[in-house]
């Protein structure tokens, strides 16, 4: 079957055509909806046995559903995993960028967040029903904690934040290396 989810969405059409030029030919007592629906599910299991399933919704800045890498901020200043497993790798997007608020949203996945360690970083995490590591070896599954990483110890030197919220997912923040 290699190749096969190339063509499935064609093939499916035909079948399709034939069958309704079949039962209009033959004056045969089949319903056509039944017939399509039964004919739409049988081809998209095949579709998905042949390796061309659904990869889900990406975009600049986030993933549903799928499997991927962030790179980048949007413009909204925010980073988004729902229902999927990704990095989010801000270590070269924050060296560029002026911003100094950024949000990181996991809601039902499993991401990494990727930080440089040579920028003052302090992330606000807040958890709910879920589990965020940080470097340090703090671990929060439910409530908030502050991770300050180790260029930004003093209070009032000019940080980036990143506003990590992480519901029913796994979080897990690294520096990189």
Known sequence: MKGFHNYVWSIYLILSGI????KHRYN?????PKAMVGLFFIFFGLYILSGGGWTGLKSENSIIF??????SIGDDGECNVIFSNGVIDLSQVMASEEREEIEVNVVFSNATLILSPDKPIVVEIS?????TETPDGASTAFGEHVYRASGSRQEGEDHITIKA?????????????
Do not use: C, W
């Open 66 to 71: 799928g499997n991927g890498v962030i790179k």
């Open 28 to 32: 045969l007592k089949i319903s056509m």
């Open 127 to 131: 958890t709910a029903f879920g589990a």
């Open 19 to 22: 069958l309704f030029i079949v």
């Open 165 to 177: 919220n992480n519901v029913f997912g796994k979080l897990t923040i690294e520096m990189q290396q």
